[in-house]
């Protein structure tokens, strides 16, 4: 037959549990935890153990509710945006991309973007050598001042737009 929640046997173990948790998170060693409480240092370790899986578990439980949650609050939040968005609101349109956002970064929609490092013409992997020479410097130098040559070349050759609002015609 199970022991009652309330047994004083396991009444006694979860104060235990939660001295060598106590002393543990000050700073105390298993084996000074075990002491403290009459177990060995072995036991002292799988308390601590089996305590930190609990808390983890329970941590996890709450970080999905949480989750649900906020998916719930968000999905509210656009389907009462949905009249304005449906009638062309820029600013309803906006909220929604807003929260569209939210959502993906919630459920860990949107994977990471993996950069690679190239060189600063971009052609070919960057490799680094554990040291950047003087010669280096002077070849990245050189390409970024190609690159800010090639810009103003295309800048100055585009047509003149004039600034400011469109003249009405007298």
Do not use: H, W
């Amino acid at each position: 037959m199970p022991m009652s929640k309330t047994a004083p046997r396991r009444l006694l173990a979860a104060e235990r549990s939660e001295k060598v948790l106590e002393l543990r998170k000050a700073g105390a060693t298993y084996l000074q935890c075990g002491k403290a409480v009459g177990v060995s240092e072995v036991r002292a370790f799988q308390i601590c153990k089996e305590r930190l899986a609990e808390i983890n578990s329970r941590c996890q439980e709450e970080t999905a509710e949480m989750r649900t949650l906020s998916r719930e609050r968000l999905t509210l939040l656009l389907i009462k945006l949905t009249p304005s968005i449906n009638s062309g609101d820029v600013q309803a349109i906006k909220e929604a991309r807003q929260i569209d956002e939210s959502m993906r970064r919630l459920l860990g929609l949107d994977a990471p973007t993996k950069v690679a490092p190239t060189t600063p013409d971009g052609t070919k992997e960057y490799e680094y050598g554990g040291r950047i020479t003087a010669d280096d410097i002077a070849a990245y130098a050189g390409a970024i001042r190609s690159a800010l040559r090639a810009e103003d070349t295309v800048a100055s050759e585009a047509p003149e737009q004039p600034v400011g609002p469109p003249q009405a015609d007298a």
